[in-house]
């Protein structure tokens, strides 16, 4: 992981925490490709990201995404539209709890792998449930979140404001969001079975209060009232349409109000992330950080802050 | 067969909604589910080390499959509960039951985690 402006910001103000986040994104890398490529390498597949192009796999996003970590972390290079791998990477070690806490994820997607590759087919969201939650409720994607909800500035609004949590899925965002700031919150989620999860999860902390659960797909947002603040968390390639969503997003804004995005990005760790995502569910691969920005730029909006690290985008945005 | 997989102990539980007494055996530490033979009331009861019990409550609803009978109730893999479960999932296990831990259940659940013994 290289040292960006966010990290050798975080140096400065909490050299402990740098060196922690940097050792977690290392060993998340490290772990998820060693564990790919072994997968591959035991279901002689290795051969066939050789010899055939990306384009030729039945899904090509995920041939193109995993070929492209290979190349990100080293151990292999595009000759054209085919890999070459230069060399296989060794068992790591993992000793940070946020990564142990994502191996049985981490396994799962190698363990899948080698079919996905060769027939398209991915998990079913229902019946891997407990997965793709895990995927989105890792205490690795909580360390995100609530980085970008400091960040972002979420915790200033006050007890009266209101933030709309944009598909919460799995509800981390939901309770990091109760945890960190004072606002109300408006979850706005279409699945019916995600719902349960965050009544469920949003009563077991005591928050009902605060909590409004609105059943809508982004895409399709009409609140009663303009909000002060959306918070979207790893929300643009998991919806069909990201453009419209940001102009929904736009529309049920105050004209003070603000967007809060994290968001993994098509670079560096994000391309891991990238990969797990699309597995569980998410309808593309992630966006790179410049189409992230472009998009909320297209939507009217003026981006007022920008950080993150290679793979990992914290943003704000306000209506111009 | 371990030492403790050999114990196991009689134990008068009295329904919370029609105060019926039933005597079950149980045998190992841990969350157990029970549905009274009288009345149908759903209970939890989380037993300690010794078998002793350190919780009975009445709930709404259980995923007992073995009605009016002592059954434990366990997550099939804890690595798989996510951060937003997990303080719930360590309470329990100390014998502790949160308030609204019936919402808990429910999530654990409704993830396909929680499963009951044969």
């Given at each position: 992981m290289p040292i960006t402006p966010f990290l050798l910001a975080k140096f400065f103000s909490d050299p402990k925490e740098a060196m922690r986040l940097l050792r977690i994104a290392s060993e998340f890398e490290n772990y998820s490709v060693w564990r790919m490529y072994s997968a591959l390498q035991e279901s002689q597949l290795l051969r066939q990201l050789q010899e055939k192009p990306w384009w030729e796999f039945p899904d090509k996003d995920l041939a193109r995404n995993l070929g492209d970590i290979f190349v990100y972390k080293g151990y292999a290079a595009w000759k054209g539209d085919a890999l070459v791998f230069k060399s296989s990477p060794a068992r790591p070690t993992v000793s940070t709890s946020e990564v142990a806490d994502l191996i049985p994820v981490i396994d799962k997607v190698a363990q899948m792998l080698p079919r996905a590759l060769l027939t398209g087919e991915k998990p079913s969201l229902i019946e891997d449930r407990a997965y793709y939650s895990k995927l989105l409720g890792s205490a690795a994607h909580k360390v995100l979140t609530d980085i970008t909800i400091e960040v972002t500035g979420?915790?200033?609004?006050?007890?009266s404001a209101v933030i709309v949590d944009l598909l919460p899925r799995a509800g981390l965002s939901t309770l990091s969001l109760l945890e960190r700031t004072r606002a109300r919150i408006v979850a706005v989620e279409p699945l019916p079975q995600n719902i349960e999860l965050i009544k469920n999860l949003v009563k077991l902390v005591g928050q009902q209060e605060r909590v409004v659960i609105v059943q809508s797909s982004p895409e399709a947002m009409k609140l009663p009232e303009k909000v002060n603040a959306v918070f979207a968390s790893s929300v643009m390639h998991w919806v069909s349409n990201p453009h419209l969503v940001l102009t929904r997003v736009r529309e049920n804004l105050r004209e003070d109000g603000f967007l809060a995005v994290y968001q993994p990005c098509y670079e560096g760790g994000g391309l891991i992330l990238s990969l797990f995502h699309y597995f569980f569910g998410a309808v593309r691969v992630v966006p790179k950080s410049s189409e992230v920005q472009e998009l909320i730029r297209q939507a009217g909006f003026k981006i007022t802050k920008a950080t993150g690290s290679r793979g990992f985008l914290a943003l704000r945005a306000e209506p111009q | 067969m371990s030492h403790a997989a050999l114990r196991s102990k009689s134990l008068k539980l009295t329904c919370t909604k029609c105060h019926e007494d039933s005597v079950v055996s149980i045998s190992s530490e841990g969350m157990h589910a029970f549905v009274c033979p009288f009345c149908g009331q759903p209970h939890l009861i989380l037993v300690d080390a010794n078998l002793g019990i350190r919780d009975f409550r009445p709930v709404?609803?259980?995923?007992?499959?073995?009605?009016f009978e002592i059954a434990k109730v366990k997550v099939k893999d804890e690595s798989l509960i996510p951060v937003t479960l997990k303080p719930f999932w360590e309470m329990v296990k100390r014998g502790v039951l949160p308030p609204n831990f019936e919402e808990g259940f429910a999530a654990l659940e409704a993830l396909g985690l929680l499963e009951v013994e044969d």
């Open positions: 979420l915790p200033t609004l006050s007890e | 709404s609803s259980l995923p007992v499959r073995k009605p």
